[in-house]
Structures are given as structure tokens and as C-alpha cells.
């Protein structure tokens, strides 16, 4: 396995949040609501894990170019994202021939947390 690719960094703020939360119709209150979140005991909405399929989508598509077709791609979440912190996403190359197979994870960037890790993808290139 070769070294890590930085692929794509991103702040994730509040308004990002909402929009996700409009695309996808997820209004769960863990995202936008201060109330509902300091009885939990956080001070901020926590990023809905989905969008990290988004993010690394979004990174692969960057890296290989916008005519390569991801035919696979898993994730598994190890710690919450909160609005306001930066994320990045890491890639390195696991195999390539017909196919490409890549290993990815993200990282919060203040912290160096990882935040979604293991993480792979397969892609087809043109």
C-alpha cells in the first residue's frame, strides 16, 4: 500500500448541515436543534454520518476524474463530527488494474481524530 493522497478538505458548517438535512429529508434533532442537544450534553450539532459517503464520493471523483464510476464504497463511522470543524479525507491505492481499489478515511483536522475509518472504494476507470 502506497502512502496516503490528501484528497479533499471541507469545513462543515451549520448551513451545510441544514442543506443535507433538506436533500436527504433527515431532520433528526442531534443536527440542528440547541435544545434537544444540551440535554444530551453537547454544544454543538453533530454531522450526519451519511454525509461522509457524500464527502468521499465528492473526494474520489477528484481524484480520478469525473468520468470514473465508484462501484463500491463502505464506511464505517469511530467518532462524531461537529458543525464548525474541518474534515479531511485520505486515500491510498490497495490494488489497480481493470479495476482500482482504494483504502480512504477522514480525519478531523483540529484534532486529528479519525472520524470514518475503515473506509474503501472500488472504482472503474475510462
Given at each position: 500500500?502506497s502512502s496516503d493522497e490528501l484528497l479533499f478538505v471541507r469545513r462543515i458548517e451549520l448551513?451545510?448541515?441544514?442543506?443535507?438535512?433538506?436533500?436527504?429529508?433527515?431532520?433528526?434533532?442531534?443536527?440542528?436543534?440547541?435544545?434537544?442537544?444540551?440535554?444530551?450534553?453537547?454544544?454543538?450539532?453533530?454531522?450526519?454520518?451519511?454525509?461522509?459517503?457524500?464527502?468521499?464520493?465528492?473526494?474520489?471523483?477528484?481524484?480520478?476524474?469525473?468520468?470514473?464510476?465508484?462501484?463500491?464504497?463502505?464506511?464505517?463511522?469511530?467518532?462524531?463530527?461537529?458543525?464548525?470543524?474541518?474534515?479531511?479525507?485520505?486515500?491510498?491505492?490497495?490494488?489497480?488494474?481493470?479495476?482500482?481499489e482504494v483504502d480512504l478515511r477522514v480525519e478531523?483536522?483540529?484534532?486529528?481524530?479519525?472520524?470514518?475509518?475503515?473506509?474503501?472504494?472500488?472504482?472503474?476507470?475510462?
Amino acid at each position: 500500500m502506497s502512502s496516503d493522497e490528501l484528497l479533499f478538505v471541507r469545513r462543515i458548517e451549520l448551513p451545510d448541515m441544514i442543506a443535507y438535512a433538506g436533500a436527504t429529508w433527515d431532520w433528526h434533532r442531534l443536527h440542528y436543534d440547541p435544545a434537544y442537544l444540551a440535554e444530551r450534553g453537547l454544544d454543538r450539532p453533530v454531522v450526519d454520518g451519511q454525509v461522509f459517503g457524500a464527502y468521499l464520493a465528492i473526494a474520489l471523483r477528484e481524484w480520478f476524474g469525473p468520468e470514473a464510476v465508484i462501484s463500491a464504497l463502505s464506511f464505517r463511522f469511530t467518532n462524531p463530527v461537529f458543525a464548525g470543524e474541518t474534515i479531511r479525507c485520505l486515500g491510498s491505492f490497495v490494488r489497480a488494474d481493470s479495476r482500482v481499489e482504494v483504502d480512504l478515511r477522514v480525519e478531523v483536522v483540529e484534532d486529528g481524530r479519525i472520524a470514518v475509518a475503515p473506509a474503501s472504494a472500488t472504482l472503474t476507470l475510462p
